[in-house]
């Protein structure tokens, strides 16, 4: 697995394709202001790949030692691989220096996707997030 800024229109493509199935409308920002900020260096934008084969993307706001692992997705055909551990490792390499934190839903209260929302848990907490 490996992490690079996207070079190419299609790249970009792809990591846009990948947002808008993953995160519900609601959670999305406009991407014309990811794309700005990151353009201004304030947001870092991944493109995750393994030989050639676009796995996922991890977009990142950052401030001087804190980065905000803001989004986070793995495609739909490789989960459950070990891409999404993988891709985490790298970007706790990236950000070595920075406190990575995330944001995720609560798990306090009942919701139509609880369970989705304790795996998601789950994984960050494997992963070495700590509450």
Same mark, same amino acid.
């Given at each position: 697995? &490996?992490?690079?800024?996207?070079?190419?229109?299609?790249?970009?493509?792809? +990591? @846009?394709?990948?947002?808008?199935? !993953?995160?519900? +409308?609601? #959670?999305?920002?406009?991407?014309?202001?990811?794309?700005?900020? $990151? &353009?201004?260096?304030?947001? %870092?934008?991944?493109?995750? @790949? #393994?030989?050639?084969?676009?796995?996922?993307? !991890? +977009?990142?706001?950052?401030?001087? %030692?804190?980065?905000?692992?803001?989004?986070?997705? +793995?495609?739909?055909?490789?989960?459950? &691989?070990?891409?999404?551990?993988?891709?985490?490792?790298?970007?706790?390499?990236? @950000?070595?220096?920075?406190?990575? $934190?995330? #944001?995720?839903?609560?798990?306090? #209260?009942?919701?139509?996707? &609880?369970?989705?929302?304790?795996?998601?848990?789950?994984?960050?907490?494997?992963?070495?997030?700590?509450?």
């Amino acid at each position: 697995m &490996q992490l690079r800024q996207p070079k190419t229109c299609l790249d970009w493509f792809k +990591i @846009y394709q990948l947002y808008k199935k !993953a995160f519900p +409308i609601s #959670e999305r920002k406009p991407f014309a202001l990811i794309f700005k900020t $990151f &353009q201004k260096g304030d947001t %870092d934008v991944w493109y995750l @790949y #393994e030989r050639n084969q676009f796995l996922g993307l !991890a +977009i990142t706001m950052n401030d001087q %030692d804190l980065v905000l692992l803001d989004y986070f997705a +793995i495609h739909e055909n490789y989960r459950n &691989q070990g891409y999404g551990t993988k891709a985490l490792n790298k970007l706790n390499d990236i @950000y070595n220096n920075h406190r990575l $934190f995330i #944001e995720i839903e609560t798990t306090l #209260e009942r919701s139509p996707n &609880q369970n989705e929302r304790l795996k998601r848990k789950q994984f960050y907490l494997r992963n070495g997030m700590k509450e």
